[in-house]
């Protein structure tokens, strides 16, 4: 959203406003972008790297941290092919993007252009420390059961919306079936 802003020659104030929505700004290797430069809408690769400068100075000015995110879709580089054709299935512009799981030091190498530490704060240090806040969960009891999360109150709010959908839709005097799958 804010690369698109920037590009969009959008105000500063305005970048700045939509940026304080989000906990943390995200970059994306450069190599994932390069379709926007194939189509015109970035001028070249000295553009985008200007532009996620430009991001690091908003996330600076507003005291937010900035993480390296590969948008993966795939695990490895073998399977863009596969990706293209279920992106063109689903009758989508993307697909030649390679978002592919990349290695550590694929990420610095991409950042390389930021300078050694601040590749290393956006790959590594930045992404642990988001890590690091995120609650726990085990998806597995064991290898033969899974098990959904406890959350206090998740079960009658649940209900609470279908329910308030369902007469939405269908009245305060719901159908039988309606009722029954409810």
């Known amino acids: 959203e804010l690369i698109k802003m ?3 020659g959008r105000s500063d104030a305005d970048i700045y406003r939509a940026a304080k929505f989000y906990d943390y700004l995200e970059l994306q290797p450069i190599s994932c972008a390069m379709r926007r430069v194939d189509t015109g809408w970035i001028r070249d690769i000295r553009q985008l790297q200007m532009l996620y400068e430009q991001v690091l100075d908003l996330a600076q ?3 937010k941290p900035v993480v390296a995110s590969g948008d ?3 695990l490895d580089e073998d399977e863009q092919l596969q990706w293209d054709v279920l992106c063109t299935a689903r009758s989508q512009r993307g697909g030649r ?3 592919y799981f990349r290695t550590t030091d694929d990420m610095l190498e991409e950042f390389s ?3 050694r530490e601040k590749a290393e704060e956006v790959v590594i240090d930045v992404p642990n420390a988001i890590a690091d806040m995120c609650e726990s969960m085990k998806p597995f009891l064991s290898e033969k059961s899974t098990y959904a999360p406890k959350f206090p109150g998740a079960n009658e709010e649940l209900r609470s919306m279908c329910e308030n959908r369902a ?3 269908y ?3 719901l159908p039988p079936v ?3 799958r409810l």
Do not use: N, S
């Open 6 to 8: 920037m590009v969009e």
């Open 178 to 180: 309606v009722q029954a």
């Open 97 to 99: 993007d390679p978002l």
């Open 167 to 169: 007469r939405e839709i």
């Open 113 to 115: 252009y930021l300078g």
């Open 61 to 63: 000015r507003q005291d």
């Open 72 to 74: 993966v879709c795939f």
């Open 171 to 173: 009245g305060d005097v």
